[in-house]
Structures are given as structure tokens and as C-alpha cells.
């Protein structure tokens, strides 16, 4: 292998067996670090992997608090694979209002929501994270008078970093400790 993915973070759901299980072994053996993961977590045994979890894409909360202890773990993800799926048996005849809710929950929206959750622990740790390489100041600005001297309109109206528009207000302020009063706060 080329190790085209060498020292990447890379979690796969539904790895237990199938297409998800061949992906994480060739991530692996292209230098991932892996995060295995499977609603049956007894058939990730005998994987290469960093990490593996038991989850269940269907359930939002597993998920947030497997985003949050991962990134904070090993750092943003930067690879994630959404394998988990089902396919139903049979024509549209036999594909009953509550197949079709199941199969629609964990093929589609199970996606939905690992990729918000890690996308916004991503954002949270890239740019808000002080160790990170860019790291977002979210320092209060300075007072109006000090402001004035420098000069020049745009001094009050700097555009926001394009990453902070991914977080909520409620990310922005957790991870910074205070509100984000942005650049036209009062002065005190
Ligand atoms: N096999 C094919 O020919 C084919 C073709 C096109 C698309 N797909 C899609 O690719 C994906 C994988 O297919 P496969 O054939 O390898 O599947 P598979 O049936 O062999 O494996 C599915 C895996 O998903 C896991 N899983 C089931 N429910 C889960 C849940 N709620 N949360 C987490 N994991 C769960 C199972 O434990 C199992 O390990 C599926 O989404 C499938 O729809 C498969």
C-alpha cells in the first residue's frame, strides 16, 4: 500500500462486517488511525484499529457523545465514513410505513446526524481550540476611544472568521468562557 492516508483520523461506522469492515482494513493498511465502530460492537474483534466503540447511528445522543469523546481524545476527525445501512427485501408492496421509517432513519438520517456532530466538534476544536493551528480569538474587543484612533470604518465591522459561522451561539460560548460580544460591543 501507499499510505495515502497516512496518520489520518478516520471513523467507520458499520464496520463490524460487510463493505464497512473492508474499508476499515484498508484504511488501516493505507496508515489510518481508525476508529471502528458497530451497533454490535462484538463483531469489531480482530480489527486493526486505534479505537473501537459499540454505536448505534440511529441514536442522536450516542453519537454527540461519541463526537465529543473522540475529538477530545485524538483531536478532530478528519475522515468519517457513513456505512451503516439496510435494505429491505422485497417490492414497494411488501415495504410497510414503519420499514420505510427504519430504513429512512438509519440509511439517511443516520448521516445527517454524524456529520453534525463531528462537524461541529470540528469546528469547535480547529478554530476555537487554543493549541489548535488556527486557533479563533474571541477576546472582547477593544474600547470604542482606542478604536477611534485606529482609524477608518472598517476597524468596527472586521468580518467574522468563516469558521465561526459553522458553530452556534451556544458552541461559540462554552468554548470561549464569555460571551462572544463581537465587534460593535458596548464598552463598560
Ligand atoms: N452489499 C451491497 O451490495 C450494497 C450495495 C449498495 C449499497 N450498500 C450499502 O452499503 C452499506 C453496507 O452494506 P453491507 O452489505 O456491507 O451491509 P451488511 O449488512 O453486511 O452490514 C451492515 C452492518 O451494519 C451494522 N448496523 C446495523 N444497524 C446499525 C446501526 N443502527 N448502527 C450501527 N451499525 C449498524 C450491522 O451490525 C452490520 O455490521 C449499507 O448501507 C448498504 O445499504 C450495500
Known amino acids: 500500500m501507499a499510505l495515502r492516508l497516512q496518520g489520518k483520523l478516520a471513523l467507520v461506522t458499520a464496520a463490524g462486517q460487510g463493505i464497512g469492515r473492508a474499508i476499515a482494513e484498508a484504511f488501516a493498511a493505507e496508515g489510518a488511525r481508525v476508529i471502528v465502530t458497530d451497533v454490535d460492537n462484538k463483531k469489531l474483534e480482530g480489527l486493526k484499529s486505534l479505537k473501537r466503540c459499540k454505536l448505534d447511528v440511529r441514536s442522536t445522543a450516542s453519537i454527540e457523545a461519541l463526537a465529543n469523546e473522540v475529538t477530545t481524545e485524538l483531536g478532530a476527525l478528519e475522515v468519517l ?15 410497510s410505513e414503519q420499514d420505510w421509517d427504519f430504513s429512512f432513519d438509519l440509511n439517511v438520517k443516520s448521516m445527517h446526524r454524524t456529520i453534525k456532530a463531528f462537524l461541529r466538534q470540528y469546528f469547535v476544536r480547529r478554530f476555537l481550540d487554543p493549541r489548535g493551528p488556527r486557533p479563533l480569538c474571541l477576546r472582547r474587543h477593544k474600547s470604542r476611544r482606542h478604536r477611534a484612533h485606529q482609524g477608518g470604518c472598517s476597524r468596527f465591522h472586521q468580518e467574522r472568521h468563516p469558521g465561526q459561522r459553522h458553530l452556534s451561539r451556544h458552541d461559540r460560548i462554552s468554548v470561549a468562557g464569555g460571551a462572544d460580544q463581537g465587534p460593535v460591543a458596548r464598552d463598560r
Request: contains cysteine; hydrophobic residues 35%.
Open 81 to 95: 465514513v457513513n456505512c451503516a445501512g439496510y435494505v429491505h427485501h422485497g417490492s414497494v408492496l411488501d415495504c
